[in-house]
């Protein structure tokens, strides 16, 4: 059997050597400039947990010290709520997809619509990149359309029913609070993507 002579040998392991170092070298490249403020969903759900009670005692009081004033009972229509809770979920993810389509100038095929099973967690999940104001509009929107603003109307027309979809939507948009805190630093004009899997983005480094 013919013998390799070491020396090729060595030689062979060099290049191998030499090969994968420049391989891990491009992946880090493609990687380097991509900043990472996303957390788990699992996570994303256990601070929403805990931010969303005292956000929600809050509104509460101021509720009911106007509903208190105005001398008016809480009136509930339980198959309304629930029902409207539901649409809610449905719509909080299309108000996502229709703000990074008309603010970040995307085409709908650019958003993707889905649950993650493991969370049972809802979402719209942009493919492409977008300038981070866009972005920062598109998850913004669903909490203060189904959230904060029925919230107000609330208090204005002193709605039981309003108050209780306003509390449940605001809590529910915990994860797109949570993902503007983490971009609060990100300057005007840079370029986000939406992470995959997690509540937030990369940030594009130029």
């Given at each position: 059997m013919f013998k390799r002579h070491p020396y090729v040998q060595i030689s062979r392991v060099l290049l191998f050597l030499l090969y994968n170092y420049k391989l891990s070298k491009e992946k880090i490249n493609m990687t380097e400039n991509k900043r990472d403020l996303s957390v788990s969903m699992a996570r994303t759900n256990v601070i929403v947990l805990f931010t969303s009670l005292p956000i929600a005692i809050l509104q509460f009081l101021i509720f009911n010290t106007v509903r208190g004033a105005a001398d008016v009972e809480m009136s509930l229509n339980l198959l309304v709520l629930l029902i409207a809770v539901f649409l809610g979920i449905v719509i909080h993810e299309l108000i996502h997809g229709i703000s990074?389509?008309?603010?970040?100038?995307?085409?709908?095929?650019?958003?993707?619509?889905?649950?993650?099973?493991?969370?049972?967690?809802?979402?719209?999940?942009?493919?492409?990149?977008?300038?981070?104001?866009?972005?920062?509009?598109?998850?913004?929107?669903?909490?203060?359309?189904?959230?904060?603003?029925?919230?107000?109307?609330?208090?204005?027309?002193?709605?039981?029913?309003?108050?209780?979809?306003?509390?449940i939507n605001t809590a529910a948009a915990g994860g797109d609070w949570l993902i503007l805190w983490l971009i609060r630093d990100v300057q005007r004009g840079m370029l986000v993507e939406d992470h995959p899997t997690n509540a937030g983005c990369y940030v594009l480094e130029p």
């Open positions: 990074f389509v008309i603010f970040g100038r995307k085409s709908f095929s650019a958003v993707k619509f889905g649950i993650q099973w493991k969370t049972l967690t809802p979402y719209a999940h942009l493919k492409e990149p977008v300038e981070v104001n866009a972005y920062r509009i598109g998850a913004f929107m669903p909490g203060f359309l189904l959230g904060i603003l029925p919230f107000f109307l609330s208090l204005l027309f002193v709605d039981s029913n309003l108050f209780l979809f306003s509390l």
